[in-house]
């Protein structure tokens, strides 16, 4: 994300781009700090460090990625504004660099870099170097089509399409995408903004609840400091980063950023990993070639090999995980039965003082401690402990003995088994599937975005089909500057091009199944025969309510986002809130049903 927006704001310029992320760095770091010593440190505890830890994730991505909207926001509303001036300017003597140059001084602090430069691009000697760098500098589509649009006026010269000048018509027309992309990212922030709240603020609940809870019903001590409540607090944040997540995937605009697998591909030449990959792949060649295209489709720069390594790094992560859990449980029980007595608060005859029950209390924890590791009978247990109570009566030491048997055969009885072994291997299996459930949520997620990227392709040929000499392929380098979902496609086409171009087309086309898509391929191989203009007559004779419905179609897009986030962002609240009332509810039918037993005696 701070690569983005440095991208973004500091095109080339990494001097500036440094200084940026040390600042981010210290806010984010500052508001971690804070939030952990009132989380953590002021009250050390274990459910205080996970969710230390897990709103500290939380806050650095939420930090870095406010940062990054509003980056982009600032810069689209500049871009708007810069295009207007540019567009206004060039009237005056249709000279491209001049209007460039007497829009600078109105231009922000956001886009000021990309107009300096863009200006740098137009009047240097050598342009397609300076085009290559600035391209491979910043990840903004619509400063790249604006580049791209200023110089083949430049080239080639401007005309007049239906009496209307087509240099400004296309700047015009640029201006409408980019304001309908900031419409866009301004509905994103304003529905989603409270989503992600709902699901991290309860978390924060689970302690004061605990306390709340263990303060009115001491009896709850039991549940909350036991295996079963600890399993819990394990299982709702385990819940609420996952939910997170999906709605992260969901509130975020896709953008083509290549990622570094670098690890992996450093696991992968490991050569018994390398065999083991080998077998697989070759056991699975099919499979393989079905998760090649969907990892180019969703814009992955990892290979199936890499991808099958993921997903074994994965298994292995949930199984140490359920392992640490199971021994953490075992730890946590072995420390209760040593250091709490809670039974004596339920005892059938217990002391009758309150000197006595504390007294009682004590010696349990220490005949406990005591005998926890060798072997005693009830007998012995009994007699020490009518001897450090001082309590005659036989019922009451009887019980006494009891809880302290059954406390050393609890103590004993804890260590790590073999079914817990079997959990820690389903959790691993399921663990081993958890890319590939987030791949297909990926490509659910895509499939939203399909139509949107189709039409921007459709604005983009609208804008380039009637520039003097534009060729398909020329069309085809811009569509893959702004593509996301089909980059992956363009990128092999035009590699492929200069073999033969119609092949190159049709096997694009063969490989992809969005039917919009498929269609303007064929407009494309229609070029081979007519002018570019007359094979996509269709998108210039459907302009005059494009804009509208674009906005529209976002609308219903980002409604749509929102229609599967509302309801998952409520599970975390519900985890917590059934984290007070089933202790409680359970404790009172107890209560309950002792008072009946009691009511029945008499």
Known sequence: NLTRRYDILCPGDQKTAIKEAVKTFLVTFFISSILSYFLFFKNP???GGLVSILMVYIINNETASILVRRAERKLLEQIVEFISNVRHNYYINKMVDEAIAMSLDSCGKELK?????????????????????????????????FLSLCLSVIEYKDKEIDGRNLFTSNLEHLKKEAHIELLKLEKIKHLFSGVIFVTVFPCLALGVIKSYA??????????YNGRAGYLYVFFTYLVTITVYYLENQLRETKKYIAK??????KYEKIFFIKKALDNYMEKNYGKMIVLQDNLKRLGETMSPRQFVLRRIKSALIVFMTCLGIFMFLHANEKYNLTTKAPEVKYMENPPQNSRLLESTESVIIELTNLYKKIGVTK????????????????????????????????????????????????GAIIGYFIPTALLFYKNKIMELSMEDEVNQFNSIIYMLMYIEHMAVKDILIELEIFATIFKKSLQECLNEYNTGDIEALEKMKEKETYEPFRRMVDNFIRCDIIPIDKAFDEVSSDRENYHDRRKQENEISVQKRLNIAKPISFIPAILVIAYLTIPLMWASIQELAG????MRMF
């Open 45 to 47: 505890s274990l459910q």
């Open 113 to 145: 870099p990309h107009a300096v430069k863009l200006h740098e691009i137009v009047t240097s000697n050598n342009v397609k170097d300076e085009i290559e760098k600035y391209n491979t500098a910043t990840n903004n589509k619509y400063l790249k089509m």
């Open 214 to 223: 263990v303060s009115m019903m001491p009896e709850l001590s039991v549940f």
């Open 260 to 265: 570094d697998y670098g690890y992996l591909s």
């Open 379 to 426: 007998e012995d247990i009994n007699t020490k402990v009518s001897e450090l109570t001082k309590i005659r009566n036989t019922l009451t030491t009887d019980e006494i003995t009891d809880i302290i048997s059954n406390r050393i055969d609890k103590y004993n009885n804890e260590y790590f088994k073999w079914y817990e072994l079997l959990y820690c291997i389903i």
């Open 595 to 598: 008072f009946s037993e009691t």
